[in-house]
């Protein structure tokens, strides 16, 4: 029997948080909480990524719901008086949308929580990742009982391919189909595997899924393998997410400990065991090929297809590899229903995805949203719109394997079909969100340079391929762009697109195919006018204050370290070319974009 | 350790079920703890009614805290909230009557007209 306790603190250790000082915080109120003999009462929870990570340390109440931000140690005893000796909301810490002046106490209320649907990240915020019966008590391991004891492989199939869940690691190919694929495979040793690889840069779902909540992948898997009949599975995880391999190797020896792995699985029979394998964090590894070839011991380099994984895979055993997404998925879907989950979504994407928020937004962090949901709010509404009052200008989805999405197309439903028709992808589920003071050409060069330094090399068109589309962009922004440079980007990314083995050579053109199709203007202005519109790349500034633009606030003046720029109040501020370091300063520092 | 069963893991459910994070309790406790409060010994009618909450295994009770409720002649005070009722404001508590009220009103689901000094809630503009 657990105590009670009158109220629980539900503390953020996901990793953004603990880099924030949640931990310090954390031990701050275990003191506080003994030092007003209230230990008794209020319980202290660490739980896995609450999502809402620029605001860390983040904390939630209950039974108030009530979510607390930026909370510093020092604040501690000022808080556990106001809360819960006094029973008072602690304005200071609650939250406040961006342009309002009223705070918004419950957790639900805020915009930022408001809309999302939590499937996948279903216990966010409600557990400690770190204690089993919590996960448990969350209706934890029914679903594997019940796909272990009530069901037969047909029916977990069937069940899973009703319900239209696609793989949530990007390429989107329907779960149930691919276990039906390999269940048909005859075969004595099969392998189940999860890839944790996640490699693309402002990407953090999986991570968040493995530290918040390692069951419920645990879980996904022994249903997978039960469908598939295998009794070894492998999670592929990169060694620089420390925490959820921590969690996830804990998760697996509490599993271990209580017969919810290993041998005869709750009475069922049943055997899995399940190891972590961690990789060394190339991001080609997380092609579903090299990962296996990883997990052998050989170097990760994918190879061609067909045979595919399900016919042989690992070791050349039928495998079915599944996104940590994907898996945490699987239970709630066992336990309600595959008509239960098909009805959020759209024709073709049914159920949530879960994006990570990154870039010039308001409200940076870990979100889950029904498909079909409009690109529009989750960016304006639940991202909190773009900070510093700047402009938005696209969102980069898909990481360096898709593409950028403008401003005019910015009412697209998220769901596979309709982001792949403007050029991105739905990809795992980064979005890296830019405001006007990006520059499109450099953006490109930037995932080309990701892409030319995790190629692997086996194949020419990826590994030349890509160094070549590198130059031709590094020039460009060098300001040495050449006339005809931008069909030649195009006709070199269409031949690596058509040629390369794998998926990462398939889609690293795709940011330059986008950013062209999108914002030409600014590669011709590179190239013809010699000029920046984004004020960017170096070598295209003039450095020269434009004197009908400038205000004469001297800002720029305040700002400029290299004591080049003159200004006196009431006159235009001018540059001297002979002292400025081209440091930029005062660009980012004039509000009215009036030095060029 | 001893490996579980399906029966094992409904009990599990059961024993850890934390209620208070899921919202939609059926009663809410309010101990007034303002300076007052305080000072005529709310602290132990708080500890009463963890005691009481503990002993009973109740899983849809909130139990929080609030200011002073303006009336710190009559602390200790508590507020008693059954979802559709109007609230029960309770004054001069003892830790007797405060069993006796968490007995009657927030297991029971009937109010303890004695200790009660209203209904309802104040208006408020």
């Known amino acids: ?596 | 350790m001893a490996k579980l069963t399906i029966a094992d893991l409904k009990k599990i459910k059961e024993d850890f079920h934390q209620g208070i994070r899921e919202g939609a309790f059926r009663v809410k406790v309010t101990v007034h703890m303002g300076t007052c409060g305080i000072a005529a010994g709310a602290r132990s009618i708080m500890n009463t009614i963890m005691e009481e909450l503990s002993t009973s295994n109740l899983k849809d009770v909130a139990i929080t805290t609030s200011g002073c409720a303006g009336l710190c002649s009559k602390e200790p005070m508590a507020t008693i909230e059954t979802t559709g009722e109007p609230p029960v404001k309770y004054i001069s508590l003892t830790e007797d009557k405060m069993r006796k009220i968490f007995a009657e009103h927030v297991a029971g689901g009937k109010a303890v007209p004695e200790y009660a000094l209203v209904v309802g809630h104040e208006t408020t503009y």
């Open chain 1, 1 to 596: 029997m657990e105590t009670t306790y009158r109220s629980n603190i539900m503390i953020c250790a996901g990793t953004g948080c603990v880099a924030n000082g949640s931990l310090k915080v954390k031990n701050a109120l275990a003191t506080e909480l003994i030092r007003r003999n209230l230990h008794k009462e209020v319980k202290l929870v660490l739980t896995g990524c609450n999502g809402f990570c620029a605001k860390g340390p983040v904390m939630v109440v209950y039974p108030e719901d009530v979510f607390y931000q930026l909370v510093k140690p020092e604040d501690v005893p000022f808080l556990v008086e106001e809360h819960f000796i006094k029973g008072r909301l602690v304005q200071k810490f609650l939250y406040t949308p961006p342009a309002e002046k009223n705070t918004i106490p419950v957790m639900n209320d805020i915009p930022f929580f408001k809309h999302q649907v939590l499937r996948a990240l279903r216990n966010r915020s409600l557990i400690d990742a770190e204690k089993i019966e919590e996960y448990i008590a969350r209706d934890g391991y029914l679903a594997a009982a019940k796909a272990l004891t009530e069901m037969t492989p047909e029916q977990i199939v069937n069940e899973m391919k009703g319900s239209g869940l696609r793989g949530r690691g990007g390429a989107g190919f329907l779960t149930g189909l691919k276990w039906e694929l390999c269940a048909r495979v005859p075969g004595d040793i099969k392998y189940i595997l999860c890839n944790g690889d996640e490699g693309d840069p402002g990407a953090f779902m999986d991570r968040s899924i493995m530290e918040a909540d390692p069951h419920s992948v645990l879980e996904g898997m022994i249903i997978a393998a039960k469908a598939i009949d295998a009794h070894y599975g492998y999670i592929y995880v990169r060694a620089e997410y420390p925490l959820a391999v921590h969690r996830l190797q804990l998760a697996i020896d509490q599993a271990m400990d209580r017969g919810l792995l290993g041998k005869d699985i709750l009475g069922s029979g049943f055997n899995l065991d399940i190891e972590i394998y961690q990789g060394a964090g190339a991001f080609v590894c997380g092609e579903e090929t090299a990962l296996m070839a990883s997990i052998e011991g050989k170097r990760g380099m994918p190879r061609s297809k067909p045979p595919f994984p399900v016919v042989k895979g690992l070791w050349m055993r039928p495998s079915v590899l599944n996104n940590v997404e994907t898996f945490a998925n699987v239970p709630p879907i066992i336990l309600n229903g595959a008509e239960w989950f098909s009805s959020l979504g759209t024709e073709k994407s049914k159920g949530t995805k879960v994006f990570a928020l990154s870039g010039a937004l308001n409200n940076i962090g870990l979100v889950e949203v029904p498909m079909g949901i409009p690109l529009k709010t989750v960016i304006f509404d639940i991202g909190g719109g773009i900070k510093n009052n700047r402009k938005f200008k696209a969102v980069q989805m898909g990481g360096p394997s898709g593409g950028c999405i403008p401003l005019s197309l910015i009412d697209t439903p998220v769901d596979y079909e309709n982001i792949n028709k403007t050029g991105a992808i739905m990809g795992s589920g980064g979005m890296v969100v830019m405001d006007e003071t990006t520059c499109m050409p450099t953006m490109a060069k930037f995932f080309l340079e990701f892409t030319e330094d995790e190629s692997c090399g086996k194949c020419v068109p990826c590994r030349i391929g890509n160094k070549t589309l590198l130059s031709i962009l590094t020039r460009i922004t060098n300001g040495e762009g050449r006339e005809g440079d931008i069909e030649l980007l195009l006709e070199l990314s269409q031949q690596i697109k058509d040629t390369s083995l794998c998926g990462l050579g398939q889609t690293s053109p795709n940011p330059v195919l986008t950013t062209i199709k999108y914002f030409r203007d600014e590669y011709e202005a590179h190239i013809k006018e010699r000029r920046c519109p984004a004020r960017v790349c170096t070598p295209l500034v003039k450095f020269v204050v434009d004197q009908e633009k400038c205000k004469k606030c001297g800002l720029c003046f305040k700002a400029c370290p290299a004591g080049a720029i003159t200004w006196e109040k009431k006159q235009p501020a001018y540059i001297d070319p002979e002292k400025c370091t081209k440091c930029k300063s005062c660009i980012k520092a004039c509000r009215f974009w009036a030095i060029d």
